[in-house]
């Protein structure tokens, strides 16, 4: 059974920090290209940040840009999503999402992924 598990969400100031957390059970992790999304209650979801597996690249949507980081912790099997400076636009319920590699690259469509976490909310508001 192949499992992603995210946590690490909650309420939290504008100009605040959290660290979303996507633990893996199941898989070698290091294999993987992990993907970062959320959704926002009436909107799509969108592709905040993605990492390659073996760490190769990595890749962070405009909104985010410089503000957020993506890592993965290989023996730990987790990847994480630190986010600082949030904003109220952050506000969305956070996914984490992967999908095997062979040949290390980005993947940006959710398509792309077959698997996937429950999700953790974050709300920034003050």
């Known amino acids: 059974q192949l499992q992603l598990v995210e946590s690490g969400g909650g309420l939290v100031q504008p100009g605040g920090s959290l660290r979303l957390s996507c633990a893996a059970s199941?898989?070698?992790?290091?294999?993987?290209?992990i993907g970062w999304f959320r959704q926002a209650p009436g909107k799509d979801r969108e592709g905040v940040s993605f990492?390659?597996?073996?760490?190769?690249?990595?890749f962070y949507a405009d909104s985010v840009k410089g503000r957020f980081a993506i890592s993965r912790d290989s023996a730990k099997k987790t990847v994480y999503l630190q986010m600082n400076s949030l904003k109220p636009e952050d506000t969305a319920v956070y996914y984490c999402a992967a999908v095997i590699q062979v040949r290390p690259k980005l993947v940006s469509r959710d398509n792309e992924y077959n698997y996937w976490g429950q999700g953790t909310q974050v709300t920034v508001s003050s």
């Open positions: 990492i390659s597996s073996s760490d190769v690249t990595t």
């Open positions: 199941g898989f070698t992790l290091d294999n993987y290209a």
